[in-house]
């Protein structure tokens, strides 16, 4: 199984500052067959479902904000708030759907400093 | 606009057995593949089983394996998880989720809580 390790686990960022989020996985998740990285990232905010944010490691989702970004390749990537807004607080997943089974990083909670 | 509504959760025995449902809405049922994953209230996300969009593969997480299956009816545009022999550490809330052939989980259900205790 593919494991994917995010850090921190825990992040306290002030309004309007910029907040990195990190995921490794523990082998590439490019796909050979189309070039991209089978890696996601979900916002999930209490009682409620994960919500898709950013596919193939750097497109975004349809109606998510343009400052939320991701980046990297093959075991390595970022995702990166610009701007901090209250409403982002939340616990954010990365996600591989390279090789079955799925599997998804432990969360990082992002607070308010 | 697409829905997922999951039902079936609720408070059952440990050994006992349940029944969830997932009934799909808005998008084209027969072609996504479907997934239930599963969330300890407070910790991370956890894949249980996926289904193909025939129905013909299907995989399961071991930790369920042998004890859960995963069905669907694309005639109800429906998934299923029946789920056998249940430990408290099946406890969680299970979302059933939504993907097509390449693409992660686009969409989600809200969640039905399963409380596995005496």
């Known amino acids: 199984d593919i494991v994917m390790t995010q850090s921190p686990d825990s992040l306290a960022v002030s309004l309007g500052e910029r907040a990195t989020i990190n995921c490794k996985s523990s082998?590439?998740?490019?796909?050979?067959?189309?070039?991209?990285?089978?890696l996601a990232w979900y916002q999930q905010k209490p009682g409620q479902p994960p919500k898709l944010l950013i596919y193939?490691?750097?497109t975004r989702e349809s109606g998510v904000p343009d400052r939320f970004s991701g980046g990297g390749s093959g075991t390595d990537f970022t995702l990166t708030i610009s701007s901090l807004q209250a409403e982002d607080v939340a616990v954010y997943y990365c996600?591989?759907?390279?090789?079955?089974?799925?599997?998804f990083g432990q969360g990082t909670k992002l607070e308010i400093k | 606009e697409v829905q997922l509504l999951e039902s079936g959760g609720g408070l059952v025995q440990p050994g006992g057995s349940l029944r969830l449902s997932c009934a799909a809405s808005?998008?084209?049922?027969?072609?996504?593949?479907m997934s239930w994953v599963r969330q300890v209230p407070g910790r991370g996300l956890e894949w249980v089983s996926a289904i193909s969009g025939p129905g013909s593969t299907i995989y399961y997480a071991d930790t369920v394996k042998g004890r859960f299956t995963i069905s669907r009816d694309n005639s109800k545009n429906t998934l299923y998880l029946q789920m056998h022999s249940l430990r408290a550490e099946d406890t969680a809330v299970y979302f059933c989720?939504?993907?097509?052939?390449?693409?992660?989980?686009?969409?989600w259900g809200q969640g039905t809580l399963v409380t596995v205790s005496s």
């Open positions: 082998q590439s998740v490019l796909y050979r067959s189309n070039n991209k990285n089978h």
């Open positions: 808005g998008f084209t049922f027969s072609s996504h593949a």
């Open positions: 996600h591989q759907h390279h090789s079955d089974p799925v599997t």
């Open positions: 989720a939504g993907k097509r052939d390449t693409t992660p989980f686009e969409y």
């Open positions: 193939w490691a750097s």
